[in-house]
């Protein structure tokens, strides 16, 4: 007959397994496990709170960017949740300034304003770019762009 101790401690090493394997921990000992859980809670949470920000910023009307890059130039996203009559003039005209190409894009402009475009860097140009450097730049325009309509 198998004690009760003996069944509790095997029912309390399964559920540490399956917690092991939910938050993808090579852990081996109990401990350590439940200290990979709790800081694979802790990302999660933390991936929550940047989705609610986001998703609280795309409703309201400062519109958000976001800038990736990629292997030759950027991957530009700007979004929010009203209409942005002038903006995506002003957006193309900071590309030229920038000396990026658009490659592709993808446009709404109706209710809300949506802008996905890729933009490759002109091979003429020698001075190098980055990510944040694109992005405060359209952050900049769409700043002047706000307070010119006041």
């Not at 095997?10 to 397994?17: F, I, P, S, W």
């Not at 990629?70 to 193309?92: A, D, N, Q, T, Y």
Request: with cysteine; glycine share 4%; aromatic share 4%.
């Amino acid at each position: 007959m198998v004690s009760r101790e003996h069944k509790r401690d095997a029912a309390l090493h399964d559920k540490l397994q399956i917690l092991r394997s939910i938050t993808h921990s090579h852990a081996m000992n109990d401990t350590s496990i439940v200290l990979d859980a709790s800081n694979y809670i802790k990302e999660l949470k933390h991936k929550v709170e940047i989705l609610n920000e986001e998703i609280s910023t795309s409703e309201s009307s400062t519109p958000r960017v976001s800038v990736e890059t990629l292997e030759k130039g950027f991957l530009v996203k700007v979004h929010s949740g009203r209409s942005c009559p002038g903006l995506l003039v002003l957006i193309l005209a900071t590309f030229e300034e920038l000396g990026l190409n658009v490659l592709e894009a993808r446009v709404s402009c109706a209710d809300s304003f949506h802008l996905q475009a890729l933009g490759g860097e002109n091979e003429e140009d020698e001075e190098s770019m980055d990510a944040q450097m694109v992005k405060r730049t359209i952050t900049n325009t769409i700043k002047n762009w706000s307070e010119s309509i006041g």
